[in-house]
C-alpha cells in the first residue's frame, strides 16, 4: 500500500518534472506516454478523450505529480503513438492499459479516464479488476447511443484523407462550457490533428461499438463520476445509468461545466481526484 503524501501546491513542475517516453508493448503497439511525480507515490493512470493526447491533461498535471505518479498515455492511434493498421476497438485500446500495467511493472493502479477514456476504463476494469485500486469516470458513460455521436460519425464519415482544423477546433471548443484561452485550444486542435483520418473514422467506429450497460455490475472497485451539468455529449441520464450499474460509485456534479471539466476547473477538478484517492490510500 502506497502512503506517500505531498501539499497541494499551485506551482509548475520544474523543467525536468516532466518525462516522455515511448514503450513497446506486448499487444504488439508501441504507445507515447508523459510521466511525473515520486516513484513512491500512488500510481495514476490517465486515458484522454476521442481525439486527444496525454496534452489535454496538462492543466492538472503539475497539481497531480505533487500527490501521485502519474501516467498520462497516449492511446494507439493518438498523439505521439503508434498508428498499427487496424484494431481500434475499445478492447483492443483496453488491452494496451493492461500490458502498459505489466511493462510499467505496475501491480496496480488507480485510473481515470475522460470521454473515450472513461469506455477504455470501464473495460480495463472488467478485464483486469485486481489491477484498479480505484477509477475515475469523467463525462463518462455505458455507451455512445445518443444522437450527438451519430451526428459526429456523419461528419468524420466525409473525411477523406485530411481532417479540417476548423472542424477540430469546433470539436474541441464545443467540449467545454466555460471558453478556454487561445493558445491552449491551438496545442489541443494541434495534437488532434496528429490523427489519421482514417484513425478518426476506426476509433469513431469502435467507441459506437462498445456498451458496458450490462456488465456494470462486474464492476466492483469503488468509482468517482464527474460531470458537468452542461455536458453536451453525456447526457445526466448516462449518469444515472452509470450509478444504478455500478457496484461503489459516487456523483460528483459541477454546475456550469461542460464535458471537460479537468480544463475548465482544474483546481476543484485535482482536489475531487486527492480527496477521492487518497482515501483509499489511508
Not at 5 to 22: E, K
Not at 259 to 278: G, S
Request: proline content about 7%.
Amino acid at each position: 500500500m502506497y502512503l506517500y503524501h505531498a501539499p497541494l501546491a499551485a506551482a509548475n513542475l520544474p523543467p525536468d518534472g516532466m518525462r516522455f517516453a515511448h514503450v513497446d508493448l506486448a499487444t504488439g503497439v508501441r504507445l507515447h506516454y508523459a510521466e511525473a511525480g515520486d516513484p513512491n507515490a500512488i500510481p495514476l493512470v490517465m486515458l484522454h478523450g476521442y481525439s486527444d493526447s496525454w496534452f489535454s491533461f496538462s492543466p492538472v498535471l503539475p497539481l497531480l505529480a505533487t500527490r501521485f505518479h502519474v501516467y498520462a498515455i497516449d492511446q494507439r492511434g493518438h498523439g505521439n503513438s503508434e498508428c498499427p493498421a487496424r484494431d481500434y476497438t475499445i478492447p483492443h485500446l483496453a488491452a494496451d492499459i493492461v500490458a502498459f500495467l505489466d511493462a510499467m511493472n505496475l501491480s496496480t493502479a488507480a485510473v481515470v479516464g475522460h470521454s473515450m477514456g472513461t469506455l477504455v476504463a470501464q473495460l480495463v476494469a472488467l478485464a483486469a479488476p485486481e489491477r484498479i485500486t480505484r477509477l475515475v469516470l469523467e463525462g463518462a458513460g455505458p455507451n455512445l447511443h445518443f444522437d450527438v455521436a451519430q451526428e459526429l460519425a456523419a461528419v468524420v464519415a466525409t473525411f477523406d484523407g485530411t481532417v479540417p482544423a476548423e472542424f477540430v477546433r469546433e470539436f474541441q471548443a464545443g467540449s467545454t462550457y466555460r471558453p478556454q484561452p487561445d493558445d491552449f485550444l491551438d496545442r489541443i486542435v494541434a495534437e488532434s490533428l496528429k490523427m489519421p483520418a482514417w484513425v478518426w473514422q476506426a476509433v469513431l467506429d469502435g467507441l459506437l461499438a462498445v456498451d458496458t450497460t450490462t456488465e456494470l455490475e462486474r464492476i466492483r472497485m469503488p468509482v468517482l463520476l464527474l460531470w458537468g451539468d452542461k455536458d453536451a455529449v453525456f447526457p445526466r441520464a448516462a449518469q444515472d445509468t452509470l450509478l444504478a450499474g455500478l457496484a461503489s460509485a459516487v456523483l460528483r456534479v459541477y454546475p456550469d461545466t461542460g464535458h471537460t471539466p479537468h480544463w475548465e476547473i482544474p483546481v476543484q477538478y485535482v482536489l475531487d481526484l486527492v480527496e477521492f484517492l487518497e482515501e483509499g490510500a489511508a
